[in-house]
T-cell receptor, first 118, second 113 residues
Framework: EAGVAQSPRYKIIEKRQSVAFWCNPI?????LYWYQQILGQGPKLLIQ????????DSQLPKDRFSAERLKGVDSTLKIQPAKLEDSAVYLC????????????????FGQGTRLTVV | AQTVTQSQPEMSVQEAETVTLSCTYD???????LFWYKQPPSRQMILVIR??????QNATENRFSVNFQKAAKSFSLKISDSQLGDTAMYFC??????????FGAGTTVTVRA
């Protein structure tokens, strides 16, 4: 099966500019995650969708970050305006949420988008 | 809130030897999932092994095995017969009932030839 697709792979912007990332999850996966991973650290969850509803966005800086998942499939993450500390890799992942004993529940990850804010 | 702690920032191991990575977690839930993910320098996260909390038997995938101690909230990963391709950052991850997935800070594993 096709994996999680993300674009772009790399992006360089100046501070105060805006940027958007796109994610296409594995077909049929109800759960979609966006993570921020700063170099050398573990991924930090920004937002979790189930279908097109938000399950958790407690760590999303809502004054500058926004995310949507249209029709419960593709998702976009936007930053406006960007700050220097937003430089990181942004990872998208999806999960099938099969019930216990019914199949896989792990999350599958895309290759990520490396954002550099200068 | 769930927290995942990996206390070893870096580990080095000779090729063909064994290395064990530690992970502890904090939760009040009884049913959950635990994972070890590998992130090579190319940065795509890959699942290494998974463990359902309701299963007492420790998971094994080829050279990778876990020691799951539910009461102690401990979930260590053993890599046997280490290979150069095992060089990567390894993350312990916890998935709770609503599928929220939290990661530890990671352990960098370097396999020496």
């Amino acid at each position: 099966e096709a994996g999680v697709a993300q674009s772009p792979r790399y992006k360089i912007i100046e501070k105060r500019q805006s940027v958007a990332f796109w994610c296409n999850p594995i077909s049929g996966h109800a759960t979609l995650y966006w993570y921020q991973q700063i170099l050398g650290q573990g991924p930090k969850l920004l937002i979790q969708f189930q279908n097109n509803g938000v399950v958790d966005d407690s760590q999303l800086p809502k004054d500058r970050f926004s995310a949507e998942r249209l029709k419960g499939v593709d998702s976009t993450l936007k930053i406006q305006p960007a700050k220097l500390e937003d430089s990181a890799v942004y990872l998208c992942a999806s999960s099938s949420q099969k019930s216990r004993g019914g199949g896989k529940t792990e999350a599958f990850f895309g290759q990520g988008t490396r954002l550099t804010v200068v | 809130a769930q927290t995942v702690t990996q206390s070893q920032p870096e580990m080095s191991v000779q090729e063909a030897e064994t290395v064990t990575l530690s992970c502890t977690y904090d939760t009040s839930e009884n049913n959950y999932y635990l994972f070890w993910y590998k992130q090579p320098p190319s940065r795509q996260m890959i699942l290494v092994i998974r463990q359902e909390a309701y299963k007492q038997q420790n998971a094994t995938e080829n050279r990778f095995s876990v020691n799951f101690q539910k009461a102690a909230k401990s979930f260590s990963l053993k890599i046997s017969d280490s290979q150069l391709g095992d060089t990567a950052m390894y993350f312990c991850a916890f998935m709770r009932h609503d599928y929220k997935l939290s990661f530890g800070a990671g352990t960098t594993v370097t396999v020496r030839a």
